[in-house]
C-alpha cells in the first residue's frame, strides 16, 4: 500500500533501494542500522515499534495497493480510540495488527501482524490519515467476536462508544447482516450488556461486578445527580435511582494525586450528606470482587432503611442541562461544546 499520504509522525517503511536514495542498499539493509519491519520492508534501527501508530502504518504497509485494510483494535485506535493499545483487558500479551485482506492469499501473518480472509467489501473499507482501514463498526464486531470473553467483547463496544466511533445500534445493524460469522453469536449476546456511556475499561469492570457478580439490579451509567435546588452534585460512574445508590472506580491517581484526593473526598461527603449511599471500587477489587460485592451489599442494605425524606437528591435535569449521555447526543455537539463538556474526559 502506497503510505505517501500519512500526516502523523511516524517513519514509513521501505523496500531496498541498490542506489540507496530511497531505502537501505541490499548491503546496509542487513547491517544494524535498520530493521526489517516485514518482508521485504526497513525502518531505521532506531525507530520506536512499540508506539501504536507505528505499528499500524508497519503493518498497513504490507496491504496491496488497492484492497485490505487495518482492523480491529488496530484500526480503532487509528481512528482515534482512546482505550485500544492491542493489550488485552486484562492484561497480558500485545496482540498483533490485523489486517482484513479477504480471499488474498498472497499476504501471510508475519512478526507483530495476524490476517484475516473473511469476507470482505468495497463499503468496508475507509481511509483515515493516509492508510486504509476496514470502516468503524466492522473493527468492533471483529474485536467482539473474537474477545476471549463476553465481557471483554461488552468492553470492546462501551470503549469504541466512548469515542463515538460507533452506536449500539450501528454495531447491532452491522452484526444483524452477518450471520454465521465467527463468534457472532458472543457480539449479540454483548450488545444488550454494553453502554454508550462508560468511560473506561474499570467502569465497564465495576458493571459486570454491580450486575453478575452481585446480582444487583443494572445500574445508570455516568448519569447526573442534581440537589432539589438544580445544583449539580456529581456525575458518578454508576448509580442505582431506585436504591440510592451509587458507585466509582477510585484508581491509583485518586490516591497518589495529592490534589485529586481531598476533592475526591469532599465529593463522596457531598452525595452522602445528600442521602445517597456511595460504594467506591479499587485497584484490588478488579483481581478478587468478593469485597466489593460486599460493600454493594451493605450499601444497599443501609441505602433501603433511609427515610425518604432524607433523599435530598433527583436525576430531573434543569433546563440548562446539555445532554452528552449518548452517541447520537455527543455526535451533535459543536466542537465548542465538545471541547468545553467532554475535555476531561480526555484528561
Request: aromatic share 8%; glycine share 10%; net charge positive.
Amino acid at each position: 500500500m502506497d503510505l505517501s499520504g500519512v500526516t502523523r509522525p511516524v517513519v514509513v517503511p521501505v523496500p531496498v533501494d541498490r542506489a540507496g536514495r530511497r531505502g537501505p542498499t541490499p548491503d546496509a539493509a542487513r547491517g544494524k542500522r535498520w530493521r526489517a519491519s516485514s518482508r521485504g520492508l526497513y525502518v531505521p534501527a532506531d525507530v520506536d515499534s512499540s508506539g501504536v501508530d507505528q505499528r499500524v502504518v508497519e503493518a498497513a504497509a504490507v496491504l496491496p495497493a488497492d484492497w485490505g485494510g487495518v482492523t480491529g483494535w488496530a484500526g480503532l485506535a487509528w481512528m482515534g480510540a482512546r482505550w485500544f493499545d492491542g493489550a488485552p483487558w486484562g492484561g497480558g500479551r500485545t496482540r498483533p495488527v490485523t489486517l482484513a485482506i479477504g480471499g488474498n492469499r498472497a499476504i501471510r501473518p508475519q512478526r507483530a501482524m495476524a490476517t484475516s480472509e473473511e469476507r470482505l467489501a468495497p463499503r468496508d473499507l475507509v481511509h483515515a490519515d493516509g492508510v486504509r482501514l476496514t470502516t468503524a463498526v466492522r473493527s468492533v464486531c471483529f474485536e467482539m467476536r473474537y474477545a476471549l470473553t463476553l465481557w471483554d467483547a461488552v468492553t470492546d463496544l462501551c470503549l469504541a462508544c466512548f469515542n463515538d466511533l460507533v452506536s449500539i445500534a450501528e454495531v447491532a445493524a452491522f452484526a444483524h447482516a452477518i450471520p454465521g460469522w465467527t463468534g457472532i453469536g458472543q457480539c449479540r449476546d454483548a450488545l444488550p450488556l454494553a453502554s454508550e456511556n462508560l468511560w473506561s475499561p474499570r467502569e465497564v469492570g465495576m458493571l459486570r461486578a454491580w450486575t453478575v457478580d452481585a446480582g444487583l439490579p443494572r445500574p445508570l451509567c455516568n448519569e447526573p445527580v442534581f440537589d432539589l435546588g438544580g445544583r449539580l452534585l456529581g456525575v458518578p460512574d454508576l448509580i442505582d435511582p431506585v436504591a440510592g445508590v451509587m458507585g466509582e472506580y477510585d484508581g491509583g491517581v485518586h490516591f497518589v494525586d495529592g490534589r485529586r484526593r481531598p476533592r475526591d473526598l469532599d465529593r463522596e461527603d457531598s452525595f452522602r450528606s445528600h442521602g445517597m449511599e456511595y460504594v467506591a471500587m479499587i485497584a484490588d477489587d478488579v483481581r478478587d470482587t468478593s469485597r466489593l460485592v460486599a460493600r454493594l451489599h451493605a450499601s444497599y442494605a443501609r441505602a433501603s432503611r433511609l427515610p425518604a425524606s432524607e433523599r435530598r437528591w433527583t436525576l430531573e435535569r434543569p433546563p440548562w442541562w446539555i445532554d452528552v449521555g449518548s452517541v447520537a447526543a455527543r455526535r451533535s455537539l459543536t466542537t465548542r461544546q465538545r471541547d468545553r463538556l467532554l475535555g476531561h474526559r480526555a484528561a
